[in-house]
């Protein structure tokens, strides 16, 4: 068999709400993009207020100019602007929910890249059973993973830890959910950070959820860039070619000490754990 290669992304957020979030690039789109490429990774992961707010006439002009590719677009907007959520106890704020999501699969889809439901997928509340809860998100993820399979890609739900959700904080937990619910379309973001906190062991959690997974967050323990905390990701790398991932390692890590910083050193992270050509030269 080949040798399985990784591509590498970065996250740039356009909302300003989520400024000091776990975002590498803020801001400009165009001066996001270029310096992204300049420093060699292969996508952007764009985090937008909203489907409407993508010009995908300028955003297919950016990556053609600075030879990118869209490697995902992230929903969370709808939770941290809207308090949207898809397990809301109330019908309209799931319905808004459903509605932000399903514009942005429309976007995304156009550049061949999936959408991301992380936050936007609620906690269940007080007044919520978990059962009503867990039916309430099938039903958001089916509908929702019927309509990125329309447009032939796939959805990514991301199992958060458990400080942020108490829907499913394991991988193999949400694997078995997506099983259990027949739900088409649908596959695992799987968050190192987050993994970090609730798995016993990282690898062999990617190794039972292998054929589930669609992407991968990069970042290191205390969410900067890998190699600014002390995950061991040597064996997770190992894990990831034994299981033929082929997908992007993508840095949802914090802008510290600064973004530039934070770029370098996820790239400079990827050379010296992949040592592959999958990555260009700065």
């Not at 300028?58 to 939770?79: F, N, S």
Request: proline share 5%; aromatic share 6%.
């Amino acid at each position: 068999m080949g040798v399985v290669s990784f591509l590498s992304a970065v996250t740039i957020s356009l909302v300003p709400e989520a400024r000091g979030g776990p975002f590498v690039f803020s801001g400009d789109l165009g001066r996001c993009c270029a310096r992204a490429a300049a420093l060699g990774f292969d996508a952007v992961e764009i985090f937008p207020p909203s489907a409407d707010a993508v010009d995908a006439g300028e955003l297919k002009a950016l990556l053609k100019r600075h030879d990118l590719r869209l490697a995902a677009m992230g929903t969370g907007a709808g939770w941290l602007k809207h308090r949207w959520s898809l397990t809301s106890a109330d019908p309209s704020i799931r319905k808004h929910a459903r509605d932000f999501v399903g514009k942005i699969i429309d976007c995304a889809a156009a550049f061949k890249a999936p959408a991301i439901i992380g936050s936007i997928q609620g906690r269940v509340e007080a007044d919520v059973t978990r059962k009503q809860g867990e039916q309430w998100l099938a039903e958001s993820l089916r509908s929702l993973g019927r309509r990125a399979g329309r447009n032939g890609v796939t959805l990514l739900y991301e199992p958060l830890n458990r400080y942020e959700s108490n829907l499913f904080n394991r991988a193999e937990d949400a694997a078995a959910f997506l099983s259990r619910r027949k739900l088409s379309h649908v596959k695992l973001l799987c968050d190192l950070f987050h993994m970090n906190i609730e798995e016993a062991s990282i690898p062999a959690t990617l190794r039972a959820v292998a054929r589930q997974l669609g992407h991968i967050h990069f970042a290191d323990t205390n969410r900067r860039a890998m190699g600014f905390g002390h995950l061991d990701v040597a064996p997770i790398i190992q894990t990831l070619r034994d299981i033929r991932y082929a997908g992007y390692l993508s840095a949802e890590v914090l802008p510290m000490p600064n973004p530039e910083a934070a770029a370098r050193q996820t790239i400079r992270a990827i050379r010296k754990l992949i040592k592959t050509d999958s990555v260009k030269p700065c």
